[in-house]
Nanobody, 121 residues
Framework: VQLQASGGGLVQAGGSLRLSCAGS????????RGWFRQAPGKEREFVAA????????DYADSVKGRFTLSKDNAKNTVYLQMNSLKPEDTAVYYC???????????????WGQGTQVTVSS
């Protein structure tokens, strides 16, 4: 299983970015696709997650109403649309695949390489 995250960059506060997480390999076993982020000196924190089979997405309170998950089954890709970005959203964003409906990073099995998101004030 391989996950390739992309789409990060530098944006001004209030702007938008869309992150992509493309999967390859036996990803169908890992039905949960999540996004986490880690700012310098901080723990990795949950951002959002969705089950590949459908259902509603789960969002951290800090991003609810601003970030939206979507997926393209044909491309085995999950997208994280980030709107109304704030400086506190600055972090390295990681996508992950797992087999648990959980927000705990330690329970996810595979991780992408991370993509930097920087929001300037």
């Amino acid at each position: 299983v391989q996950l390739q995250a992309s789409g990060g960059g530098l944006v001004q506060a209030g702007g938008s970015l869309r992150l992509s997480c493309a999967g390859s390999g036996r990803t169908f076993i890992y039905y949960r696709r999540g996004w986490f982020r880690q700012a310098p000196g901080k723990e990795r924190e949950f951002v959002a997650a969705i089950n590949w089979s459908g259902g509603s997405a789960d969002y951290a309170d800090s991003v609810k109403g601003r970030f939206t998950l979507s997926k393209d089954n044909a491309k085995n890709t999950v997208y994280l649309q980030m709107n109304s970005l704030k400086p506190e959203d600055t972090a390295v964003y990681y996508c992950a695949a797992g087999r648990v409906d959980s927000r705990a990073a330690r329970l996810y099995d595979y991780w992408g390489q991370g993509t930097q998101v920087t929001v300037s004030s």
